[in-house]
């Protein structure tokens, strides 16, 4: 079956270079959630965003309003439209109905937060060499969201010049604080998917390495906790009095060697990372301060507890130790799940018909080993009797996800969003 | 022998607090440094400042442009003199000769940078209580530098009063970054002392805490090496590839947990500390960078040599434990230095004219144990001949130096002043 | 198929509460292979021993000769035989073929040695309660392989009533040293499955934990590397000369910190062990020697090298980092290997006739997480063209494998006989 | 004033080299008391041990019985006397009265048990080169207490000789345990300087490193608490269920590294000392016990108990940590004690009489930085009004105490004996 874009490649690449210029973290993606609602606005699309789209009180780790306050002050000079914040209520978040005239039946969604990397300034980095590197310092777009979100604004486009044959209402989330697994669930608690009997969406990469491939689903996800400490303890002089100090650096140093060698669980994959740590003032001063950032990750609920419990009771014994005062914030969790198999059937149906997906490339399912704030989505349409799968777009990357110099084939988007639509259009035609 | 003193205590007291309120870090002290010049230079002193006191080239660990321009704006914005700010071609010591005809003969030294520490919002701390809390976060008076500042511009105002029965020319050194300890080298290297035969100055509290006792000179004092270590190593995906990344966070904590564990040297007193550490970005990413701020100390150059060559091992070969490039930067380098008896008797016989100090609370010496860049004026005094002492005026401290609740006692201030002008005097009548 | 049996539960039980009582660490259970020669010599088999069964040369962490002369007297006084001892040269691997006159075709496979832990001596263990616990402190069958040498026993006992009816040899291998993975490497460098088409062997509990229950195969061992360690340093007075000495124990801690945490691999499983650590001498000395046993694994030989390699550089850095003389000594080796499905459907179809096993307890592939020694045999097997499963003979276990409270079912022991026999009939009777 | 001796240098190194090849732990000298006590039998002397002269319930870390066991078989089979061993009943001190019917005036100690280190065998090392090393692997007397030992044997003799001028009752204490600081209380307790008015003592080497130097005295020692920790864990399978242990392996090196790291006293000396850990069982188990013997210090009583209770807590809060079962049992304490000043003086009076004694090497006083059990001796005499000091004789050192190439110089051996016989004569002569 042919099927014309309108959306060019052109079009497409512009949109990805803008958004990965603008790198912005979990819950302070101002500049591109504005300009994913212009964009969206300028296709015709009725744009929801602020309370209506995620529900504030089930937004975990949320940074401190001073934060947030810089970050849109950063939005705005890089042009971000202030019409559009003051909408959003300091929400990141957006949603799109093709057809809000009719009951819900499909959701479509892609993730558009970036993730704390120093982006690469080597000529060997394609965004560097022509030109779209990160603006932001400390922010990059190592994940491919600015991918996903550019497959988003295509496929409203070509979702929109379809709308009038559309049986129900096809709704595009664009969920923010992916990377911090943060955004999926007050989307879910505000109603995003609620009554919705089809759930789609898609990673670019991931395990999939080579052009021209794709994985129908994905399995093994990781569940996931996210979560901060503190140590408060004595300051002193280093010299004069170090005995008189209770030293948050150290006691940090300890809780990390132990964090890390939490042993292996026998029944499955568990991780633990300290991603930053940030401890101590003076040289001279006996550090009474230190703040780290963590998450436990295991391929099941009960393997990700069992790290989680192990590492509260490492730093609850380090802060014993080294006689500080401490405190254990949670910052974000994610679930697991799995992609339906009546899916991941589709999903290979509707490849065939695009040349761009090479058939011996394409997999039943690819893993997941990471965790993705996607399951949320698909736990809950799964719940209400629905079905999901989350596949991945294959693509060189010249190096790994979360790395300073990843990058993506900028070829993959317009087959993307053709894979998209064509999923848009079938799940609609079921019932 | 009566001692008539023009200085108030409401002037020393003012003077004390407008110090106090702006607390600068090591070779940061721009609005410091501005005040004291506008103070000495309404005193009616000729006012030295830039590349004439402070020798560029022997400065070590000097912060970079950025960060020196910045706390120029913070100065500029907070009412320091845009025209001083200039003069001092970015270098914050001053020098004052009160009789600049005559041979250079006695120095008398003070230092005016703060502690890299969050000051005490506590209404038992007096400075929060009655309003004179640091306006710079993270920034604190708390080793009693604002006092001997203030002495430094009473001592002036006295001598100016009396400058013309001097037989010699007596210089005022004011000495930044003695925190950092690399303030004095850079003076002493642009002839700060050359020539003179005597040197005297003073330290509030150290190991004087009860109110009216005086320690003539100190010794004890720890020879001291200050550096900065970084690690680099690669970003991964903490979910799917931990074992591809190259965990500089990991680097440090390791580096820290031995490098406190260093052993005790034998032979005197040993110290190390690592005063602040910065590592990682994101949480979910396998951390690539982290930086270290470190220094050591010894009873002796050996024992400071050893803990700091201890210390460089345990850098290099944590760096190849985790696969990391490393950098270790020196950043300041303090010396051992013993007051000189004849002075400590001056200091004595001195003392025993001004009330304030009760004659069976002063002491010949007391230690010094912490580092202070003083040694470096002695040395140098001492190596050409010359005699010095360094002087603990005690005083109540409610929270030993360095902690976030230092303060001592401003009934110190004019007996204190008392006793630079005498010792002036009386070294100034020596041949 | 009816199939009567010779042998009793009685003598099963009592051939296994006697290994039971004689658990010996790998490479030296010298009692042990005594014990099964003479009871293999009863039933009329022809026993081979020594070099002709064990290349010498291929074994990796061999016991020196003081070990394993006192291992001997020990086994002596226990009453083993001194004539048997003396056959076996200070080697314990069995073999028995059940017709050496015929060319070989299948190889049954029965390992014997124990684990170095303390038996429980708590009333709910049963070998504790029923009086046949180890007479070896610090040694304990805590794997089940008495069952299995015991299983072997019936086995040969069985097929020696049948001999005159096979068409080929059937060779039982009676291997060492499983625990230490270096029994099975010198047994097949010696040519124990040299010729042979078909290999069976099979493991009490592992993943089966419940009655009645039956893996066919196993799947996912884990590759690994056991190496021992020794750091060697500088004695010295840890109260005078602290700082002389060159602490082998901080070493060795520094080194477990680090190696415990080396990071998961993200493509499988990764695993490593410091089973023992010992260092130092007196309590006021500073240690100067200390020696580690160590393991690594994965489930790839990539995965496990992974390991291996970072550990290596661990232990190597720490040994700069503590002025350290270090050796790394390699003390056995275990690769992975899968079961072929042909050899898992004949176990499937066999264990169908036996009631013992219920069906609907019957399982294809177990994991099989741990090393096995077993993967060098079928490995071999492979290699020449042939095939080998490795079943798992499920038990109620009250504690799990290497723990002081491991037991299994006794009940077992004679339907696992009848297996064995079987399968030894059925592969007989294929080409 | 001249002075005749009878004992002569080959006698002296007779007994020397005869102990020096017989070392013995702390608390488990059966041989060394067995011989001294046969040596001081034939030279006339009455000698005292038992329960008479150490108070059981007064030692602390007593060996268990089958170690003492042990101990007393080895020490038979080199030739012990069965018949004093039984009288010692366990207990290894001894006391002789040189003349019982006086009253008791003046002491002289002797200490006599080895280190734990395994003696050099380099042909640079005189007794090995010179066949008189130690014959007990892991035991040396690398702390020069076999000359302590000979020099009290030569000193009874001398005094014996002279008993009938004697004014009062001199004891001479030979003193077991010292390095385990755990021989003087037990002897305290049970009298051994009741009464007594002088208390005089020496140690070879210690601070005066030159041959023919002396120090009178002895300041700064050091207190001291000498534990054990046990740490219990769980068991399990290292490949198969890494997460079910609990390792006691990793809990003690996480131990070590921390008490390594307790931070320096800012006001005196502190030292610690893991000298002997000892964990796990087999390699591929999860270690489940774990033994650890560790020391601190201080240079006063305040510093010490800083040390220990900070390395209580770190002991605990490792247990929290690891989810381990433990135990801290004290095995020894020393205390700090001064010299008198009137003791020293009459030291070097007495030295200048005797020309190996070179007077421009004889110091007031020597530091003494290591515990030593003389202290508790001390303490006691100068509780009851008396006097003491503990002097230094001076001997060029190959290698430092405890070093397995320890050795000092045998020609002091002479002048040593005639320093204490000449000390002893002038106390007897003062009232």
Redesign the interface.
């Known amino acids: 079956m042919a099927f014309s874009l309108s959306v060019t490649q052109e079009q497409l690449v512009h949109w990805r270079r803008a958004l990965h210029q603008h790198p912005e973290?979990s819950l302070l993606e101002f500049w591109t959630a504005s300009y994913l609602a212009e964009q969206l606005t300028a296709l015709g699309c009725d744009v929801k965003v602020g309370g209506e789209v995620m529900d504030r009180a089930s937004i975990m780790g949320s940074p401190d309003d001073a934060v947030k306050q810089h970050a849109q002050e950063v939005a705005l000079a890089q042009g971000a439209s202030a019409e559009w914040l003051d909408r959003m209520e300091g929400l990141t978040g957006l949603i799109v109905d093709i057809r809000p005239d009719l009951p819900l039946h499909t959701v479509l969604r892609f993730d558009f937060d970036a993730?704390?990397?120093?982006e690469s300034d080597s000529a060997e980095h394609k965004p560097s060499r022509e030109g779209f590197r990160s603006l932001n310092e400390?922010r990059c777009h190592a994940c491919g969201h600015d991918g996903h979100a550019t497959i988003g604004l295509g496929t409203a486009l070509e979702l929109m010049r379809r709308r009038d044959s559309l049986r129900h209402n096809v709704r595009l989330i664009f969920e923010p604080a992916e990377?911090?697994t943060c955004g999926a669930e007050p989307m879910v608690s505000a109603g995003a998917v609620e009554g919705a009997r089809y759930f789609f969406s898609a990673h670019i990469g991931?395990s999939m390495t080579r052009p021209h491939s794709l994985a129908c689903g994905t399995y093994g996800f990781?569940a996931?906790t996210?979560f901060d400490v503190e140590f408060s303890g004595?300051?002193?002089?280093?010299?004069?009095?170090?005995?008189?100090?209770r030293?948050s650096?150290?006691a940090?140093?300890?809780a990390?060697?132990?964090l890390?060698?939490i042993?292996?669980?026998?029944?499955g994959?568990?991780?633990i990372?300290?991603?930053?740590?940030?401890?101590?003032?003076?040289?001279?001063?006996?550090?009474?301060h230190?703040s780290l950032?963590?998450?436990t990750?295991g391929s099941t609920t009960a393997i990700n507890e069992?790290m989680f419990e192990s590492a509260r009771?490492?730093v609850?014994?380090?802060a014993?130790?080294y006689?500080q005062e401490y405190a254990i914030r949670l910052?974000g969790r994610a679930s697991t799940a799995e992609s339906d198999a009546e899916m991941r059937d589709l999903v290979r149906k509707v490849s065939a018909e695009i040349p761009y997906f090479h058939q011996d490339k394409v997999e039943d399912l690819g893993p997941g080993?990471?965790?993705d704030d996607v399951c949320a989505f698909i736990e809950a349409i799964q719940k209400q009797g629905g079905k999901g799968t989350y596949a991945q777009i294959g693509s060189h990357l010249p190096a790994?996800?979360?790395?300073?110099r990843f990058d993506f084939d900028e070829e993959l988007l317009l087959p993307a969003v053709e894979l998209f639509c064509r999923m848009a259009l079938e799940l609609d035609a079921r019932n």
Not at 234 to 245: K, W
Not at 263 to 267: D, I, L, T, W
């Open positions: 973290s993730v704390d990397v120093d400390g990377e911090g991931a990781l996931s996210r004595r300051a002193a002089h280093a010299g004069i009095d170090p005995h008189v100090g030293n650096l150290m940090a140093a300890c990390v060697s132990n890390l060698a042993p292996r669980h026998g029944k994959v568990s991780r990372n300290v991603g930053r740590l940030e401890a101590g003032s003076g040289r001279n001063v006996i550090p009474a230190a950032m963590c998450e990750r069992y009771r490492i609850e014994s380090t014993t130790m006689e910052m080993f990471g965790s790994g996800h979360h790395n300073e």
